[in-house]
């Protein structure tokens, strides 16, 4: 009979940077896991464990950041000065700013969305606001590092079929930044469109995919 699949939040505590995410993945979800399931983990947790934070107090906003934040949705988060600062920092202005012109140029010829591929890896990554509690609420937060290697190790730690770092939001958009060997991140994030995390109130940036295994496998018979 194959298992149904089920996806089960993971309540914890605030997570910081003081915390490995491994270790506490291992902590929460003990007991809970079985040889078939999968652990996803919330992008931007994991990067606040990593440090990969900054303030944006901490930010000198410059007049092209302010420029050229105003062509982006105002549901991004590069629509503030804050957050295309951060993003000039770690990326290049110069970078940022030719992609952004790169990129509305191909929109006109029915291209979408060529910013972000050509802005540098963080043009997709970086959170403005990232949703959780104090005291990351007012935090811009990047992308986590090496997300692949954070999965595999999620995934040897507790012994699961595999894991993800993914990023969702209330939008209807998933998409998974980082799988362990097997895993096929593509089909995994069709799951999360209802986003199970909850990053703020609720403490539940860890979600368990229960029988996963047979899914994928059943997918890709």
């Not at 107090?57 to 549901?75: M, N, T």
């Not at 202005?93 to 291209?111: D, E, I, S």
């Not at 190790?153 to 930044?177: C, H, P, Q, W, Y």
Request: charged share 25%; with cysteine.
């Amino acid at each position: 009979m194959k298992e149904k699949v089920e996806i089960l939040p993971v309540p914890t505590r605030i997570l910081t940077d003081r915390d490995d995410i491994v270790d506490c993945v291992e902590k929460y979800t003990r007991g809970k896991i079985g040889k078939d399931d999968v652990i996803s983990v919330a992008e931007s947790v994991v990067a606040i464990t990593q440090g990969r934070i900054v303030r944006p107090e901490d930010l000198k906003i410059s007049c092209l950041a302010q420029f050229c934040c105003r062509f982006i949705p105002d549901y991004g988060s590069l629509a503030s000065p804050h957050g295309m600062q951060a993003l000039m920092d770690v990326e290049g202005k110069w970078r940022v700013t030719a992609a952004l012109f790169a990129g509305f140029l191909a929109k006109l010829v029915g291209k979408n969305g060529m910013f972000y591929k050509w802005g540098g890896k963080e043009a997709a990554m970086i959170d403005d606001v990232t949703g959780t509690m104090p005291p990351f609420d007012k935090a811009i937060v990047y992308g986590p590092a090496e997300p692949d290697r954070v999965a595999q190790e999620i995934t040897e730690r507790v012994g699961a079929f595999g894991a993800m770092v993914a990023d969702v939001n209330d939008l209807k958009r998933s998409r998974v930044v980082g799988v362990s060997v097997g895993i096929d991140g593509a089909l995994a994030a069709q799951l999360l469109l209802d986003n199970p995390f909850g990053n703020a109130s609720q403490k539940t940036p860890i979600c368990i995919i229960k029988n996963y295994r047979q899914y994928q496998e059943g997918e890709r018979a």
